[in-house]
């Protein structure tokens, strides 16, 4: 059986992409960035609860604050990526779910109104979202460098709040000169699947 999405999107957003480690000087625009959220952000999350946020590192400054907090192998990509992303997830989602689950308002007060929970369901959920948001540029005709060699504790003191945790620094833009490692192996179907 086939599958019914274009052989040319498959390619370009699994068979084909990669993670950059290069890029061009091509900017990448708020446009581009609003139309790669408004893409992503129908991906299911638990509760639509959707904590998803992210962070845009546009100025010099920022970005050599960011830069201080990377691995030492992560710093000269994210120093010359067009755009940087913090994704981080946020762990007062539920002050939005009586907007985003509507039909039940109560599931803010009934299931998350303890921090733990509320941190463990973030997360998770979060995490879901930054798979989409890479996939959502990669839809864009750009490359995404995620990465989570970095100082989060760094990272979340000089760009978050206590509020927020962050996940990963994604690079975004087009691929630059020898931008691609080889593709590493990946595991056949039966080595995952089990049927019971």
Known sequence: MSLVLDPAAQDLLFREARTANTFSDEPVTDEQV????????Y????FNQS?????LVRSAEARERLVQHMA??????TA???????????????????????HFPQ??????AERPAREGAAALN???????FIIGVRA???????????????VQKEFLDDDHTPLMVVNIGKPGEDAWFPRSPRLEFDQVVTTV
């Open 34 to 41: 609003q139309a790669i959220y408004d893409l992503v952000k």
């Open 43 to 46: 991906g299911p999350t638990a």
């Open 51 to 55: 904590p998803l946020r992210i962070t």
């Open 72 to 77: 030492e192998g992560n710093q000269p990509k």
């Open 80 to 102: 010359t990526a067009p755009l940087v992303a913090i994704l981080s997830a946020d762990n007062e989602f539920h002050e939005e779910l009586p907007a985003l689950f509507p």
């Open 107 to 112: 599931a803010k007060d009934v299931f998350f």
């Open 126 to 132: 979060a995490a879901l979202q930054a798979a989409y």
């Open 140 to 154: 864009a005709g750009l490359a995404a460098g995620p990465m989570t060699g970095l100082d989060f504790a760094g």
